[in-house]
């Protein structure tokens, strides 16, 4: 067993995310304070992430569950919390125990100990002990809250409590909501991580646009934008760069990012680097040769003035369904303006083109924790502290119109269709293979918002000018 002064040496090499966790120690117990002082009729019991395996003996780079993390900070396999309200002792942690022979292959581990005096856990066991000592805290409790998501906790505490022998509690109820509304309004040191990390892809936005150009790869300019990432100090991605130049732009989690950019294909980067484990999430979109075509802009400002549109209403007590609307409507107006529908009113026509929601929360979570469902047909209603995307776009696909029928089967008629298809060929034909999504991430301030990403170059001379500087990393 490693001793108690081995240990205290290790904690000075240990990683930048358990450095956060040990100083901010007060702000993840204040989050359990609060969630105890609403659930306070029974016990709160969250695992922790496992690692997975890739294939053979290789590992997935480990990342913690997000719920798990708010109400721990602790960042390794395999660990499980539990919360007792009520209790002097209400923060109990079940981690990996401290295991010599695997740390010559992978690293120390913090064990019970680490647990207790960096995490500030009240009391702490190894994770082996979890089925014999839960059990000891679960008699006499009324409740146990617990994610219903993960079956395996699930099964695990409904064999105990439905045992013969002991007083268990008989209800079991899914935490995930509880935390969920806890997660939607950001604290300050929230704020400040995901500046952080945002102020990162900012920085990976600008070098992919004085990088972009005809003859390069997608992987490239993702290559690029993830050595960007760790070169500031991001550990990890916050989710797979979206590189899509051409037709490729118009597919909305487009992967592959394997094919070679042209000259006149404009390129969707919608990416977002991870900072003390929360994600950005910002999107431009840039012509590979440095100039928009007249095509491309005309899309270009449609989306832009529709995201600005959506931006402007953003305060405390309006509707996220608000936000979506007033984009939707410049859109609509665009697209008809532009030849690509032929009634505004249509419930269907402007879904062909711009077929997603305009945002979606922002957090430990690329689309964070926190419903969109309000009281009325406004939604969920903004409070201050609140962090979400705007992202409106148009998708000319060079498939959209030969899969409407398809797609439509059973909705419209043929007629109807045929109809719409002829109207709109023409303008098709004139921007197909254009796809524009902007996408900023936005703070709910006390009297409106605040632009977390808006450093990065958006308006379309601004990004014409940053792509006319010479890149220092690609030549």
């Not at 040990?22 to 690692?51: H, M, P, T, W």
């Not at 007590?317 to 984009?327: D, H, L, Q, V």
């Not at 419209?412 to 098709?428: G, M, Q």
């Not at 524009?436 to 450093?455: F, P, W």
Request: proline share 3%; aromatic share 10%; charged share 30%.
């Amino acid at each position: 067993m490693v001793s108690r002064l081995i240990l205290q040496t290790l904690l000075l090499v240990f990683s930048a995310s358990a450095l956060i966790a040990q100083i901010n120690a007060e702000e993840f117990a204040s989050r359990r304070d609060v969630l105890a002082g609403e659930l306070n009729d029974g016990v709160i019991i969250v695992k922790g992430n496992d690692q997975k395996t890739r294939n053979q003996d290789v590992d997935y780079k480990f990342r913690q569950g997000s719920d798990f993390y708010y109400l721990s900070g602790f960042n390794e396999a395999g660990a499980t919390l539990l919360i007792l309200p009520g209790e002097d002792k209400k923060f109990i942690l079940f981690v990996k125990e401290n295991n010599p022979r695997m740390a010559i292959w992978s690293g120390e581990t913090y064990g019970v100990w680490g647990a207790m005096k960096i995490f500030k856990a009240d009391t702490a066991f190894a994770s082996d002990n979890f089925e014999e000592e839960v059990k000891k805290y679960l008699r006499g409790q009324k409740k146990v809250y617990l994610p219903f998501a993960d079956a395996e906790l699930f099964e695990t505490v409904s064999n105990i409590i439905t045992s013969p022998w002991g007083r268990y509690p008989k209800k079991i109820e899914d935490v995930t909501k509880y935390i969920a509304k806890l997660r939607l309004i950001k604290s300050n040191y929230e704020i400040e991580m995901i500046q952080k990390s945002i102020d990162i892809t900012i920085k990976a936005h600008k070098e992919a646009m004085m990088a972009a150009k005809p003859g390069l790869f997608e992987y490239e300019i993702g290559a690029l934008i993830e050595y960007v990432y760790q070169k500031n100090g991001s550990p990890r991605i916050g989710f797979p760069s979206i590189v899509g130049s051409g037709a490729n732009s118009t597919i909305l989690h487009y992967k592959a990012n394997d094919q070679k950019m042209k000259d006149g294909d404009i390129v969707v980067m919608d990416i977002g680097a991870e900072y003390g484990m929360y994600s950005a999430d910002v999107t431009r979109t840039i012509p590979v040769n440095g100039v928009f075509s007249e095509e491309q802009k005309q899309i270009y400002q449609i989306v832009l003035d529709a995201q600005k549109a959506g931006i402007e209403l953003i305060k405390p007590g309006k509707g996220i369904s608000e936000i979506y609307e007033a984009s939707t409507d410049v859109i609509k107006d665009g697209l008809l303006e532009l030849g690509l529908i032929t009634d505004r009113e249509s419930r269907w026509q402007s879904r062909v083109w711009f077929m997603h929601g305009v945002g979606h929360w922002l957090g430990l979570d690329v689309h964070d924790a926190g419903g969109r469902n309000g009281a009325d047909k406004r939604g969920k209603l903004l409070e201050e502290g609140m962090v979400f995307t705007v992202e409106p776009g148009i998708y000319v696909a060079p498939n959209a119109l030969e899969n409407l029928k398809l797609l439509m089967t059973g909705r419209l008629s043929d007629k109807e269709i045929d109809e719409f298809i002829e109207e709109v060929k023409p303008a098709f034909e004139k921007y197909k293979n254009i796809g524009v999504r902007i996408e900023d991430d936005i703070l709910v301030t006390k009297t409106g918002y605040r632009n977390l990403s808006k450093a990065a170059p958006r308006d379309i001379d601004a990004i014409e000018k940053w792509m006319a500087k010479p890149s220092e990393i690609v030549k």
